[in-house]
């Protein structure tokens, strides 16, 4: 088997199996809280990560056998076989639990085509082309495949601290291109972008409406991020921080790309 095919097959089966371990958790969730707030968002990210894991593999062809596993498990069937919408919570996970078992049952076989693109080389890199620098952008795309990988291989630290530096980076960027003359006008204090903090860009940021509020939802650890390791100083962070930060971060790449 050639090289590259291996490797691909490797990363897909520990981000499937990841997925099936994270979507058995969601489910025993909801047998104790079916309705909660809580269980609904994280099973949305996860719906919306599966997602992006079954179009990469089924080559982005909604026709491939996998892409339409993945859409048939949101519809409810009738008595007569037809499709309507109005499948519960409980019902989609364990149909993505089962379209998830088949991908990995299909990535284990001898002849992996069935699920695997044509082509062998890896997924495109996330694209920042709004970003104005144009110096920026692959660094960003480097950085936001390595945040992705940092998560699925349960290195929330690394996870969090790139997600947020992302995050920086993306909205400095846009107060930059903005100007200090016109951000002066949404409060933004005196002195270079350089010189403000991280809670200071989003708030002028969210103020000239470059971004919406997505940043509120930031774990407490987020605000700190730059202070990790100074004078011996460890934050704690855990899976949940990591994914929300995560989270954020894509709501604020929508806001600073409209047309996404």
Known sequence: MDENLRTQIETYLFRLNGLLDRGRKLRNSLGTDPSGTSSIVAIRAW????????????????????????SQA???????GQATEGA?????????LDVLNQAVASLSQP?????????SAQPPPHRFDF???????????????????????GDYEQALLTSCGIL?????????HKGLIKLSASGAPAGPIADWSFNTRIAVAEKAGLIRGGCA????VAWTYR?????????????????????????????????R
Request: glycine share 6%; charged share 25%; proline share 5%.
């Open 111 to 119: 002849d992996q085509a069935p699920v695997i693109s044509a082509s």
């Open 88 to 96: 519960t919570p409980a019902e989609i996970v364990d149909r993505l």
């Open 74 to 80: 949101f519809l409810m069937r009738t008595e007569s």
């Open 217 to 220: 939802r930031l774990p407490a």
């Open 168 to 176: 920086e980076a993306i909205v400095t960027d846009a107060l930059e």
């Open 131 to 153: 970003v104005h620098n144009p110096e920026l952008r692959p660094v960003l795309e480097q950085a936001y495949t390595d945040s992705r990988r940092a998560l699925e291989q």
């Open 47 to 70: 719906q919306e990560e599966c997602g992006v894991t079954i179009h990469q593999l089924s080559g982005g062809s909604k026709a491939h056998w996998l892409a339409r596993l993945f």
């Open 227 to 259: 202070d990790n390791g100074e004078n011996g100083s460890k934050l704690t962070i855990c899976e949940g921080d990591a994914r929300r930060a995560g989270q954020v971060l894509r709501v604020v790449m929508r806001d600073l790309d409209p047309g």
